[in-house]
């Protein structure tokens, strides 16, 4: 299964209140990724967020279309306010009001990715 990992620029000193605003973070009910027609497009597998100093990173075990994860992800009510509280904490702010400026900002703070390896499932 494919991984991505995201960034977030965060003022170092806000671990812990950084935590706090995940600590509560759930799933969404499905992880079924629907595309544009509908049909399902992929399925989030599943999200590890880690914090040092003054970087986040959020890695995204999916399967399918990268695009239609992030479209769904900007619509997802828990995603939403995550990114809103997260606000008073970026030291560089994240467009992420709309969908299509989550889309953008989810793709210009991924990590390239350099090697995924596991074992057959």
């Known amino acids: 299964m494919p991984?991505?990992?995201i960034t977030?620029?965060?003022k170092s000193g806000y671990e812990d209140q950084v935590a706090e605003v995940f600590s509560g973070f759930q799933r969404p009910r499905s992880a079924v990724v629907p595309g544009a027609d509908g049909e399902q497009a992929?399925?989030?597998l599943a999200t590890a967020v880690?914090?040092?100093d003054n970087l986040l990173v959020r890695f995204i075990e999916?399967?399918?279309d990268l695009d239609?994860?992030?479209r769904h992800m900007a619509v997802q009510p828990?995603?939403?306010e995550v990114e809103?509280?997260?606000k008073p904490y970026l030291r560089s702010p994240r467009d992420t009001g709309t969908p299509e400026g989550f889309v953008r900002t989810f793709k210009s703070s991924m990590l390239r990715s350099i090697t995924q390896l596991a074992v057959p499932r």
Do not use: M
Request: glycine share 12%.
């Open 50 to 52: 880690f914090i040092r």
């Open 62 to 64: 999916f399967e399918g």
């Open 78 to 80: 828990g995603v939403q």
């Open 84 to 86: 809103r509280k997260l």
């Open 68 to 70: 239609a994860v992030a």
């Open 42 to 44: 992929g399925r989030i």
């Open 8 to 10: 977030y620029d965060i």
């Open 3 to 5: 991984f991505t990992a």
